[in-house]
């Protein structure tokens, strides 16, 4: 290319250019094309494995959380952001968690602690649009379970003691069945007794 | 330097560009000695973010150090996070089942287009070209949709678990992925005609910069910056990793060293991930995304351990040194960023001041993988 | 009917400051059009919306832009060179005020009448040159003082092919004829003087922009560069030099350096309106609406090609203007001496 063919051809090339963006302009300005998305008017869609902050799920059966308090979450998690206690309660026997607050300011969302927990009873929020004001900034994950922790240990005692009661009753159960099997042999052995003694 | 040498060279000052400059990507600082226009001496000063990752990492325990990984480079940040799982799964002998390999393979690969995307928007953006930014970052929001769909995060993603990953892809994700392919590659077409063809990219980039094969090799250049330099080292054919033997794909290789070339590797990187998520996508098998089998603890045998893996950047390497517990005694991280940044002074030297722009930009450095 | 808004006040002592108020108000609303326009296309390029929010398609965006920008407090920074500090955003805005008011709107609608105007543009557009030098120079800060040096060195570059590009016009224009009847009755012609330019245009039915297309791109190109406009932003290069000659201004004197980049904008499309595509003339509608409606189209195809194209580095933009520009205009320039002989 000469000096002439350098000039036009660059030339050629910026027009290609302009033609290119005059096509997104005029797609944006004729099909009213813009990506932005007017945020505080529209929401985005959240994704099925969006991660806000942790939460404790309710399960419909018993209409509370399942976590036993075991800490597994507290002792895995990089952050340190969880603080939790508990154990036994009065009249179950099942452990219970008492305190469980989550520093959110401090939480980098690995989900280890979903990973690790037992009774898979914890589970991310899908809140969208948070903020802490202040740099503790706490969540307490068992707000909206407290009211319901007595009718849950009501609930428990029931079902405890009913299978604590049908526990002793297949126990009963298991110890008839094998008496009578006892009986049973002892009396086919008293029986081949005398046969042999018979023959 | 005392003033006689100053003197001598004739008019020489020093510009103290960064660590807070419209386009030196983060926080790095470059000191220039400057003869009008004309760059001296160039000389770059890091460790505005340092953050002790490898000193976290000899504090807490391997399953522990998992969130950190991904907020070395925050842009290719599901490279980092699964190339760590794969050194500790590779180190414990743990089998990934073969849905996991597939599902690592399409989100790596959708991070290197995500990260090859900003770089090329950031790259113009140096140049003064603010429109092909806006576009480059129309398609990345689009792969970032698409992992968050997955990973539920858009950059720090902890998608990785030692064994597999946390979450399996349903079909909605694999055909979103399969439309995104289809477009960047019309998109693709589309910065040729905006960018790559225009004489102004040309005249800025064609002989600027140039990397020889024997500086890149002295200095330990690694990735797209060292295949613009003529050598055909890409982690992923030299030591086969996480399954990407079994793909059909090139390492583009160009030998003219300058900026113009580099800028070509990474747009021809992009169309070979795309060979590879593609093949990745007809070929996933149905099963878990986890081994049924995980022992509790991953406690890492005595001894020194190396794995590497190819990030957006260039050659990313673990050096792990473990004492039979499960908290490494010490944990390297080898960023490409740092090498790569480190041959910078003999390239800049002699250039002009708009070029230290262009040659900076388009080696790709990621500031906090440098500082770590 | 008189001629000029001058003529009309003539001996008022209100006539010059009815002017200025003129002048002021219709540059103080072209601004904050421009800088809405200026947003908006670059938002619709990069399928944006742009503003949205403040008054009807977010109009009023810049006046409270603009607000905001005077309610700011004046930092003057530390070892300034107060003098050419506080002077150079004055120096930058006086002389493009003046020039738009040589400007023929319509034929009976000219603030200033002169008969030299076409040099009287050029050299008010020379001075913004001195101002932007000296506010890189006063600033004591090296990114300004680079933006400065290059915005020198640019300036003067470009300002060769420009006028070179403009002569070959009034080159066109002188041999159109000795003589050309306007408002006034038949008047000799005068290829400097703007309306002339116009009348013949007009008149003869053709716009130069026909006869010199040559002219019409380096007048285009170097006028990009003489605003400074990207490709050719070097002088503020943002991602080079951070802010280029105005880095260490702020609040109301920014906003006055701002307020003259855009209106230079305005000054160098209303000169290609004139010299190339007919100025007023146009049907149905009246002279002043064609003129703007044209010089916005020119704006717009500045707007359009800043925000498409990466821009180039110093050394090339000189190449481009001493290797490429000159020749080529003094090329055009001696190939239209040569005909206009010929015929």
Known sequence: ?199 | MSSDSQASEGEVYSLNMGPQHPSMHGVLRLLLDLRGEEVIRAKPVIGYSHRAHEKMAENRNTLQFLPNTSRVDYLSGMIYNLGYCQAIEKLLGIDVPERAIYIRVIVNELNRIASHLLWFGTFLLDLGGITPFLYSFDDREEILDILDQVTGSRLTYCYGRFGGVTWDVDETFLTRATAFLARIRERLHMYKQLVTDNVILRERCTGVGVVSEALAKSYGVTGPSLRASGVAYDVRKAEPYGGYDRFDFEVPVLHEGDTMARFHIRIREIEESCKIIEQAIEAIPEGEILPKKMPKRFKLPEGEYYFAVESARGHFGMYIVGDGSDIPVKLKLRTPSFSNLSAMPETLAGTMLADTIAIVGSIDVVMPEIDR | MPQTLTQLLDGSVLAMPIAAGLIMGMLTVNVLMLVWAERKVSAWIQMRMGPTEVGPFGLLQTLADMLKLISKQLITPSNVDKPLYHLAPLLAFAPVVAAVALFPFSESTILVQNDYGLLFVFAFGGIAVIAIFMAGWGSNNKYALLGAIRSVAQNISYEVPLILSALSVVLVVNAMGPTLSSGDGVVAINGLDLSHIVMTQDQQGIWFVVLQPIAAIIYFISALAETNRAPFDIPEAESELVAGFHTEYSGMRFSLFFFAEYTNMLIVSMLAVVLFFGGWDGPVLPGPAWFFLKSYAVIFVMMWVRWTFPRLRFDQLMTFCWKVLIPLSILNLLATAFVIAVL
């Open chain 1, 1 to 199: 290319m000469g000096y002439f063919g350098n000039v036009f051809g660059g030339f050629g090339s910026l027009l290609s250019g302009m033609s290119v963006t005059l096509r997104k302009f005029s797609q944006t300005v004729i099909r009213r094309k813009a990506v932005t998305m007017q945020y505080p008017k529209e929401l985005p869609e959240l994704a099925p494995a969006y991660r806000s902050a942790i939460k404790l799920i309710r399960f419909e059966e018993s209409n509370s959380h399942d976590c036993v308090a075991c800490k597994a979450c507290e002792r895995i998690c990089p952050s340190y952001c969880i603080k939790l206690s508990g154990g036994k309660v009065e009249g179950i026997k099942k452990k219970r968690v008492a305190e469980f607050e989550m520093d959110f300011a401090l939480c980098s969302l690995c989900g280890l602690c979903l990973d690790v927990c037992p009774t898979d009873t914890l589970e991310y929020s899908k809140v969208y649009e948070e903020a802490g004001y202040n740099r503790d900034w706490r969540v307490d994950l068992l707000a909206e379970f407290r009211d319901y922790e007595e009718e849950f240990v009501a609930k428990q005692r029931v079902i405890e003691e009913k299978a604590a009661a049908e526990k002793k009753a297949k126990a009963e159960a298991a110890k008839k069945a094998k008496e009578a099997k006892k009986k049973a042999e002892a009396d086919e052995k008293a029986d081949n007794d005398s046969k042999e003694e018979l023959s």
